[in-house]
């Protein structure tokens, strides 16, 4: 992508999201129903690796990229580590993220306001780095440069859950009013690969609403 071009769709998806409401139903694009059975299969996947008897990942410090308000942060990773650190590009979100995870937000520390494109996590800081409904935000070069940045932020035993949206044609979507992409898993897979990293677990979202598109987690380090 040309650097004009790639500054364009950075600049279009933060404007998009300044529009969008400090709600649960904004950050899920009107289907704030789905919140928690999202939530029940994330907890379900991420226990698989919390629970691992031989290398157990650790419960002390979790990550959460394109958190918003903080859904992700409140409902899961507060529940299963000690801190939490926040990065999200918009600053109404980070403002409001204290107030709607309540009284658990003594136990998040950082909330950086910076795009993914620009973040480098502190080395070996997080347990989990977990990235939900936001990498089609990134360009595929950025996306690769920002998981092998990750992949540094990890302690020993550590992992980056990766959340999203994948076409079943084969092909990348483009939305040009959120100004997002959504990748195949193939394409997925191959961008993991790009960026050093192994892909441990895939699990598929279950009952989601027809008509949405196929979710999946992927488990990489
Ligand atoms: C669909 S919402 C998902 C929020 C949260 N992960 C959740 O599952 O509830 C997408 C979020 O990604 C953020 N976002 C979009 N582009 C981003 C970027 N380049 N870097 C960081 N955050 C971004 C948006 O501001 C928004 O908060």
């Not at 903080?70 to 529940?79: A, C, E, S, Y």
């Not at 996590?121 to 089609?136: A, H, L």
Request: aromatic share 10%; with cysteine.
């Amino acid at each position: 992508m040309a650097d004009k071009e790639k500054a364009e769709f950075y600049s279009k998806g933060k404007e998009y999201w300044e529009m969008v409401p400090a709600t649960i139903d904004g950050m899920l694009g009107g289907f704030s129903e789905i919140s928690t059975i999202d939530i029940q299969a994330s907890a379900r996947f991420l226990n698989m690796f919390l629970q691992n008897k031989e290398n157990p990942v650790g419960h002390i410090k979790a990550l959460d990229c394109g958190a918003g308000i903080g859904r992700v942060t409140k409902h899961l990773l507060l529940r299963y580590f000690d801190k939490v650190d926040i990065v999200e590009q918009n600053q109404n979100f980070i403002d409001q993220a204290r107030k709607y995870i309540g009284e658990p937000a003594d136990r998040v520390e950082e909330l950086y306001c910076c795009g993914l494109q620009d973040f480098t996590p502190v080395v070996r800081k997080y347990d989990v780095i977990w990235c939900q409904w936001v990498t089609g935000h990134l360009t595929d070069t950025d996306f690769v440069n920002f998981l092998s940045r990750c992949k540094k932020g990890l302690k020993k035993n550590g992992l980056m859950i990766i959340k999203d949206n994948l076409t079943s044609s084969g092909e990348v979507d483009n939305d040009n009013q959120d100004s997002s992409v959504t990748r195949p898993r193939e394409l997925m897979v191959k961008l993991f690969e790009e960026a050093g990293c192994s892909l441990l677990a895939e699990r598929k979202q279950y009952k989601l609403p027809k008509g949405l598109y196929e979710v999946k987690m992927f488990a990489i380090r």
